[in-house]
């Protein structure tokens, strides 16, 4: 098993930047990717970004390269989201995730997929 924790979130206003932290601990050399969706009220969960563990190739969310960069520290066993230039589109529930599994797109679920999830935290952007 892999837990999750996520933090970082906050209430910040239009134009600001924000850091999300996501700490990884128990089976965490299982990890494959990690990465990090969102959750709008009255929208489906969709993906922001994401990090494989060996390489660091990193993917994003086409509408949000350019603001967000994804990183990662291996010592702390810690995933970053630096958010900038935040919008209040940008608002969301933002959650971590983490899957064993090489496949990208396991990082969501389904099938024969080990994946994880963090609690979430809020991410506010007011106007």
């Known amino acids: 098993q892999v837990q999750l924790v996520e933090s970082g979130g906050g209430l910040v206003q239009d134009g600001d930047s924000l850091r999300l932290s996501c700490a990884a601990s128990?089976?965490?050399?299982?990890?494959?990717?990690m990465g990090w969706f969102r959750q709008a009220p009255g929208k489906e969960r969709e993906f922001v970004s994401s990090i494989k563990w060996s390489d660091s190739s990193t993917y994003y969310a086409e509408s949000l390269k350019g603001r967000f960069t994804i990183s990662r520290d291996n010592a702390k066993n810690t995933v970053y989201l630096q958010m900038n230039s935040l919008k209040p589109e940008d608002t969301a529930v933002y959650y971590c995730?983490?899957?064993?599994?090489?496949?990208?797109?396991?990082?969501?679920?389904?099938?024969?997929?080990?994946?994880?999830w963090g609690q979430g935290t809020q991410v506010t952007v007011s106007s």
């Open positions: 995730a983490a899957t064993s599994s090489y496949r990208l797109q396991c990082l969501r679920g389904g099938p024969n997929c080990n994946n994880y």
């Open positions: 128990g089976r965490t050399f299982s990890i494959y990717h």
